[in-house]
């Protein structure tokens, strides 16, 4: 990390700030804001941080952290019409906020896919249909020939995971499905995307660094004992280990044996070799770990316990060890391509106190997390960059605006954004390394 090519940047995605949904399709975001009961606060995304009319203040703000990259999405129903034709004025917003970061310095580290689906995908079975894949490799290909030499990096997926199990299973993400069959057949089709996508941007697009992004909870038994163990990693298998073992091995884990037959997914002959052609880069993302327990229902896997004390806003326990595990345990199991933190951060309960927001539990969370890095780092894991989730508060999915993850303040009545204490320190510690590395020349 003490080192000047290190890349520290910010990280959003596009339906948490863009707004401006009367300018682009609907996504299947939009129809779940709009199912009752499926966003905590009954928000959604038609405003938010109504970044595309504030972008050019935003680039400012980005550029005032003195960041080196910073990391965004892009709105496939944004940039593509409902006949699969480029949206010019959805190119144009892009281009120009990619043409004023690069002219400020700012890598642009762009992902592909955070999520939103336009809704006439879904209308046709969205990631249950496997000809989904190809209608994102076709956007792709759009996509990165209109931006040309204006991206730094791709990743073709922001955290498989979330859109397959969280949507397609679970049922508390868009589009809502639930069913272990959904889950598992979505993730083979986002997959077969991921290889589909990373092909294109071989052809079309040699000269950025190409990956995806991950993210991981890091598993932890309840107890030592053999059914625990086993529960955990299964636990492991299924949450973490199915997106990365075919991308690093071309194979799904062991736990997909555990799986009734009729809930595993269809898979056709050369996807596994697709879906694991070498990456430039893998993203991380991390937030927290879990524990487990073997099931107490016959079926069940494994049985997820609560999370253990201290907590930020959302929940989640704090716990940075288990990020420096994560990093060496993955380093150990497989060749893995240069990693970047593509996210970490934490949700706390801000408070916007006379024009300042005093968040030293968000500032001690990303203190302890980067040092975890660093101890990765120093015990000979590859990281090349960290990308602080958020660089504002914005629309935190099912959580509605309740939970507020940024390193600046946004009021959404008024649209001001303030830099909080976690973003001044963030700030002054990136041009504390800079005056450093200068002081060595
Ligand atoms: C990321 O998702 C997203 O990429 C980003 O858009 C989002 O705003 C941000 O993180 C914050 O949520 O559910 O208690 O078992 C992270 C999703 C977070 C999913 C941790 C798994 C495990 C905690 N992951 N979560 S728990």
Wanted: proline share 5%; aromatic share 12%.
């Amino acid at each position: 990390m003490h080192n000047a090519d290190f890349i520290f940047g910010v990280a959003t995605a596009s339906f948490q700030i863009e707004g401006a949904a009367d300018q682009r399709l609907p996504c299947i975001w939009d129809t779940f804001c709009s199912t009752p009961g499926k966003i905590a606060d009954g928000s959604d995304g038609l405003t938010a941080c109504e970044h595309v009319k504030f972008w050019r203040d935003d680039v400012e703000l980005i550029a005032s952290l003195g960041v080196d990259a910073y990391r965004l999405s892009i709105s496939w129903p944004r940039v593509i019409t409902q006949n699969g034709e480029l949206n010019a004025e959805g190119v144009k917003f892009y281009c120009d906020l990619l043409d004023a970061l690069n002219a400020k310095g700012i890598k642009p580290f762009v992902t592909l896919y955070h999520w939103d689906l336009p809704a006439h995908i879904e209308a046709n079975g969205g990631w249950l249909n496997r000809q989904t894949a190809f209608l994102y490799a076709d956007y792709v290909e759009k996509i990165v020939t209109a931006f040309g030499a204006r991206v730094y990096s791709y990743a073709t997926f922001n955290e498989p995971f979330c859109s397959a199990f969280l949507g397609y299973e679970a049922g508390v993400h868009a589009p809502g499905l639930t069913g272990q069959k959904n889950g598992r057949q979505a993730a083979h089709h986002i997959l077969l995307a991921h290889g589909l996508g990373l092909q294109v941007l071989r052809r079309l697009s040699p000269h950025t660094i190409n990956g995806i992004v991950l993210n991981f909870t890091p598993c932890y038994a309840n107890s030592s004992a053999e059914a625990d163990l086993r529960a955990t990693q299964a636990a492991d298998e299924y949450h973490n280990l199915w997106y990365l073992m075919p991308i690093m091995t071309g194979r799904y884990p062991y736990v997909m044996a555990q799986i009734p037959e009729q809930n595993r997914p269809h898979i056709e002959a050369g996807d596994m070799q697709l879906i694991s052609a070498p990456l430039d880069f893998l993203g991380i993302n991390f937030y927290t770990r879990r524990f487990y327990s073997a099931p107490n229902e016959p079926d069940a896997l494994f049985q997820e316990l609560p999370h253990r004390a201290p907590l930020t806003d959302i929940g989640w326990e704090i716990y940075p060890q288990s990020f420096t595990k994560l990093l060496t345990d993955l380093h150990q199991r497989f060749q893995l391509p240069p990693i970047y933190i593509t996210e970490n951060g934490a949700a706390m309960a801000d408070e916007y106190v006379a024009g300042q927001v005093h968040d030293v539990g968000r500032l001690a969370y990303y203190q302890s997390h980067i040092g975890a890095v660093n101890d990765a780092m120093e015990q000979g894991v590859d990281v090349r960059g960290y990308f602080a989730w958020s660089l504002m508060d914005n629309f935190e999915w099912a959580e509605g605006y309740l939970k507020r993850f940024g390193i600046v303040y946004v009021d959404y009545l008024t649209q001001q954004r303030t830099i909080k204490l976690s973003g001044l320190a963030y700030r002054d510690m990136l041009a504390a390394r800079r005056n450093s590395n200068l002081c060595q020349k």
